[in-house]
């Protein structure tokens, strides 16, 4: 028997309408992909292809523009996230799908172990033991114990990165998505990144990951989707260029 996808997108497709400019902008187009359980899909393509899109769009961050994105939850139901309520939407990502996005977004007084901690307190996990995890996996990632006290508001670049994975770590997700989740580090703590995702291949979790370093892809991926530039977004760009070509 064949193995069902735990995220199967098909046609996906997305465009943002610039009212300013009275000009239709796509920002993914046509994507179809599948993510199996233990295996990590991954998304590649120039900088503006649609990427983070595709991501946003699963995560529901963005409304689709057309396409499906079919998800199977842990208890065998598909659903339609493009089309799912709200309710529906946000109890399956509470539960069971985490987003390591570009960017940590904080509140100022919360601290670094607490931002952390709050997707498993969120699901019911005692707030000892979800902090508890939460100190096991920044450790793992090599955030310095001086800083789980302390807001990640004033972080570097590469700090932020981290508590940001540790906190897409912890979460017992069944599908994480990651965007560029190590554009931020260095080699060293990169590798621990790569042993953390190893480990949550071996745990079954399913992964659609977008990197810009070939060699992770190479090393992490069991399958690659390619997105293109969309053709009328190249066209706008030729447009762009051939305009500002100094004469
Ligand atoms: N919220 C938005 N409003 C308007 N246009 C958007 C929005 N989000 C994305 N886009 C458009 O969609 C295009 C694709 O963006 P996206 O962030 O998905 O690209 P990407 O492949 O992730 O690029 P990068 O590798 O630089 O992160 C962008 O060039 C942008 O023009
Ligand atoms: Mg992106």
């Excluded at 993510?35 to 900088?47: D, E, I, M, Y």
């Excluded at 700090?159 to 994480?176: D, I, P, T, Y």
């Excluded at 995702?197 to 069991?222: C, N, P, S, W, Y």
């Amino acid at each position: 028997m064949t193995e069902q996808a735990v995220l199967r997108v098909d046609n996906f497709s997305k465009s943002f309408f610039l009212h300013e400019q009275d000009k239709r902008i796509p920002s993914a187009s046509d994507v179809t992909l599948s993510v199996f359980s233990g295996k990590l899909t991954a998304l590649v393509g120039p900088t503006g292809a649609g990427k983070s899109s595709v991501l946003k769009g699963i995560y529901g961050t963005y409304l689709a523009g057309s396409g499906k994105i079919l998800y199977r939850t842990a208890t065998n139901d598909e659903v339609d996230l493009a089309q799912a309520d709200p309710h529906c939407l946000l109890a399956i990502r509470r539960q069971e799908i985490a987003f390591v996005t570009q960017f940590l977004h904080v509140l100022p007084r919360q601290s670094c172990e607490e931002v952390v901690a709050q997707p498993l307190i969120v699901q019911g996990v005692t707030r000892h033991d979800a902090l508890e995890q939460a100190r096991t996996m920044l450790a793992a990632l090599n955030v310095p114990e001086a800083l789980w006290g302390i807001s990640p508001a004033t972080f570097s670049g590469g700090e932020k990165q981290r508590v940001n994975l540790a906190r897409g770590f912890v979460f017992g997700a069944r599908l994480l998505l990651l965007d560029e989740p190590t554009a931020s580090l260095d080699p060293y703590t990169t590798e621990l990144v790569v042993a953390q995702l190893e480990k949550l291949k071996q745990q079954g979790v399913a992964m659609l990951a977008i990197f810009h370093q070939t060699e992770l892809v190479e090393r992490l991926a069991d399958s690659l989707v390619e997105l293109k530039v969309p053709a009328v977004r190249s066209n706008v760009m030729e447009e762009y260029a051939n305009e500002n070509v100094p004469h």
